[in-house]
Structures are given as structure tokens and as C-alpha cells.
């Protein structure tokens, strides 16, 4: 048991943390549970702020903050933002500052930087497109996180402010989606003619997937985060066996949220394939 300077006590070993503001993290849970079974897994969504993606960089950090010293407090030695807002505006900070003084042998690990990673092998024309929502869009961190490995690659990004509504309210399988896709996949497209690869930068995102690929032309790839993150983890593990080590594996999968259990069940059944149980916390 470890003690961190604001007397919490923290333990050793435990789940891994995934956190989202809302809901779309589920979707790179999923991907994280299918490539790695044997871990076991707690998720929070801080569904009774959300969304993030229009709050500021100090609010949205104060936030993640919070909801990552909650779950260390749970028990879980690595924690995963599975919300690009989060990623974007908070995980640096909390990395450098708060990490060493919370508990240094503790881990949060982003989203971002594992799809980055993989786009220069992706790319031929060295041209990217970006759909996401619009405080991603505005925060750069794509074409900055991009650029600091690929500095040859150009980014060109698309807000897109209803994809997000769409998929919480259930429509995404609607015609009425059709409009909304194929609007902002034009749109994005019509920036730069030479885009031969689009990152969905929202974890909402493949739950259109579909409509996207129907409106993206041939010969244009679409990268979905969730793959990319879970390999990323797995490898992780293996180049740092002592936090592999601090991690349970009992396939057992846990939920918590800020809201209450009656809101939190429906809405994360668009996401999710199965029956799961719940638990309303307080930060």
C-alpha cells in the first residue's frame, strides 16, 4: 500500500482504469477486452458532465484529474483516457506534474499517440484527413502529436459537431445519419484531394463506420482508433513487465459513472453488446 502526499492510499495491484467523459470510450474497451482477455477492467464514465469537447483546456484537466486520482484510489495502478478530449487537453499535464506527485510508479496513457504512430506506415501521399469533434479539431493536438514524427505529413481536419448526438441518441443506423456523414466526409475531402488516409478521431466514431465507408471513395482508408490503441497496450505490457505484473487478471470487467445507473444503461447499450452491471460514484 502507498501513500501519496494527500494521504490516499494507494494500492499495488488492481484493474486497469479506462476513462471517458461519456460513453464512446466504451468502444475502445471493447478492442482493449478482445486483445487482451485475461486483464480486468474498470471503467468510468463521467457522464453527469459531459460532454468535454466544449469545456476548456483548465476544465477539462481539472476534470480527468479528478476522475484519474479516483480510480487509483480504486485500486488501479495504470489508468487509459479513452476520450481524445481528455488526451488532448489533459494528459500532458497530468503526466508531468501531477503523476510525481501523486505516486510516480503510477501510469495514464492516452489515445492520440498509438493512432499517430501507426499512420506514417498508412499514408502513401503523406495527406490526412481528421474527423472529429470540434474541440479535438481546435486543440491541433493530431497535426502536432502527426508532426512530430511525420513532419512530412500534412493534416487537414473536419469538426463535426452533430456525429456525437447522433450516435447517443441511437440514430446512427438511420437514414437520417446519411446526411450528416456524407455532408462532413465531402466536406473534409473537398480541403485537400490529395487525403489518401482518415483518422475517425472520436470514439464514437465507429459506430458509423459504415455510413463513413460508404461515403469515403475507394482507395482511401479509414482508421478507426480502437485497434490501434489495444495493440499499443499490448505492447506496453510487454516492454514494462513490472506494470504487467501490478495488473489483476481475472477477466472480470467493472462500470462506474458519475450519473445515475437508469441513464447510464441505455445509453451504453448502443455501445455495448451485452448485459452489464453498474455503479453510481461520487469524484
Known amino acids: ?3 501519496t502526499g494527500n494521504g490516499i492510499k494507494l494500492s499495488r495491484t488492481g484493474p486497469i482504469g479506462v476513462f ?5 470510450g466504451l468502444t475502445i474497451l471493447k478492442q482493449i477486452r478482445q486483445t487482451m482477455p485475461e486483464y480486468d477492467f474498470f471503467y ?5 458532465r459531459t ?7 483548465q476544465v477539462v484537466y481539472e476534470y480527468t484529474l479528478q476522475c484519474v486520482v479516483k480510480l487509483f484510489e480504486m485500486g488501479c495502478p495504470l489508468v487509459i483516457l479513452a476520450c481524445n478530449t481528455a488526451s488532448a487537453k489533459a494528459l500532458r499535464t497530468i503526466q ?10 503510477r501510469r495514464v496513457l492516452g489515445i492520440i499517440r498509438p493512432t499517430v504512430e501507426s499512420i506514417g506506415a498508412m499514408t502513401n501521399t503523406r495527406h490526412v484527413g481528421l474527423l ?3 474541440g479535438t479539431v481546435k486543440s491541433l493536438s493530431y497535426p502536432l502529436e502527426i508532426n512530430k514524427l511525420f513532419p512530412d505529413i500534412v493534416v487537414t481536419g473536419e469538426a463535426c459537431p452533430i456525429w456525437v448526438p447522433l450516435v447517443e441518441s441511437g440514430e446512427s443506423r438511420s437514414d437520417g445519419a446519411d446526411f450528416f456523414v456524407k455532408r462532413h466526409v465531402e ?5 485537400d484531394s490529395l487525403i489518401d488516409t482518415v483518422i475517425l478521431g472520436c470514439t464514437h466514431y465507429p459506430l458509423l463506420l459504415d455510413k463513413i465507408r460508404k461515403y469515403v471513395p475507394d482507395g482511401i482508408r479509414v482508421v478507426s482508433q480502437g485497434e490501434y490503441v489495444a495493440s499499443s497496450l499490448k ?7 513490472d506494470m504487467d505484473a501490478r495488473c489483476t487478471k481475472n477477466r472480470e470487467c467493472s462500470y462506474f459513472t458519475t450519473e445515475s445507473v437508469e441513464t447510464f444503461l441505455p445509453n451504453a447499450s448502443v455501445f455495448l453488446n451485452e448485459t452489464v452491471k453498474v455503479e453510481s460514484i461520487s469524484l
Open 44 to 48: 468510468l464514465g463521467d457522464n453527469a
Open 51 to 57: 460532454p468535454y469537447g466544449t469545456r476548456s483546456f
Open 96 to 105: 508531468q506534474i501531477d503523476l510525481p506527485r501523486i505516486d510516480a510508479s
Open 187 to 191: 466536406n473534409l475531402l473537398s480541403k
Open 1 to 3: 500500500m502507498n501513500v
Open 235 to 241: 505492447e506496453y505490457m510487454k516492454r514494462h513487465p
Open 132 to 134: 472529429a469533434t470540434p
Open 20 to 24: 471517458d467523459s461519456g460513453y464512446g
